[in-house]
Every structure is written in structure tokens, then in C-alpha cells.
């Protein structure tokens, strides 16, 4: 069982940035691990999702050129940087962990708020 626990969300202006973290509660070094995030009345939408040992990232056309995963296997920790954020980034954002083929993800985290304000 892997536990995990995002923060850093938080309010900031448009264009402003924030990092998030993704700490699990064992090692993540055999994971894919992902970034989602979930707007108010809106379904959940893939955000970004990096490999095992960090050499692979694909990003949602939304936030490419504006986010950017990467991981700290040694501390068992993913993070998101977001820059010039947009109002249309504010959701709840969750981190996952999953095998590394496919895009299944098998374990969640409980989700950190980002609120962009104008």
C-alpha cells in the first residue's frame, strides 16, 4: 500500500507559480507517478505523469511550456511546478502512482486546492 500526501496548493495571482509535492509513504522508484487535477463541476483531467527513474514526461496540451514534473526518488517525492498560471488552472490537484506501461494509476493521494485569482 502506497500512501500519499500532496502540498503546496495554495492562492496566487495569474502569473504567479507554485510548486506542489507529492510525498508517498514508501518508495516510488518502481512507479509511474501522475499529476491530475479536478475543477468544480468539471470530470478529472490528466495533468502530467512522469516514469520510473524520471527520464520520460508528457504533459496535457493545456499546461505544456507552463508545468513541469519531475521526481526525487531518493525522498520518495513528485513534484509540479506551475508558472504562469491561469485562472482555468484553479482545481484540486492529486498525485497518483501506477505501473509504468499504461496509464492506470493504482494509488491516490487526497488532493492539494490551487487557486489562481485575477
Known amino acids: 500500500q502506497v500512501q500519499l500526501v500532496e502540498s503546496g496548493g495554495g492562492l496566487v495571482q495569474t502569473g504567479g507559480s507554485l510548486r506542489l509535492s507529492c510525498a508517498a509513504s514508501?518508495?516510488?522508484?518502481?512507479?509511474?507517478m501522475g499529476w491530475f487535477r479536478q475543477a468544480p463541476g468539471k470530470e478529472r483531467e490528466f495533468v502530467s505523469r512522469?516514469?520510473?527513474?524520471?527520464?520520460?514526461?508528457v504533459y496535457a496540451d493545456s499546461v505544456k511550456g507552463r508545468f513541469s514534473i519531475s521526481r526525487a526518488n531518493a525522498r520518495n517525492t513528485v513534484y509540479l511546478q506551475m508558472n504562469s498560471l491561469k485562472s482555468e488552472d484553479t482545481a484540486v490537484y492529486y498525485c497518483a502512482a501506477g505501473p509504468p506501461m499504461g496509464m492506470e494509476y493504482t494509488y491516490w493521494g487526497q488532493g492539494t486546492q490551487v487557486t489562481v485569482s485575477s
Open positions: 514508501t518508495r516510488t522508484s518502481m512507479y509511474a
Open positions: 512522469i516514469s520510473p527513474r524520471g527520464g520520460s514526461t
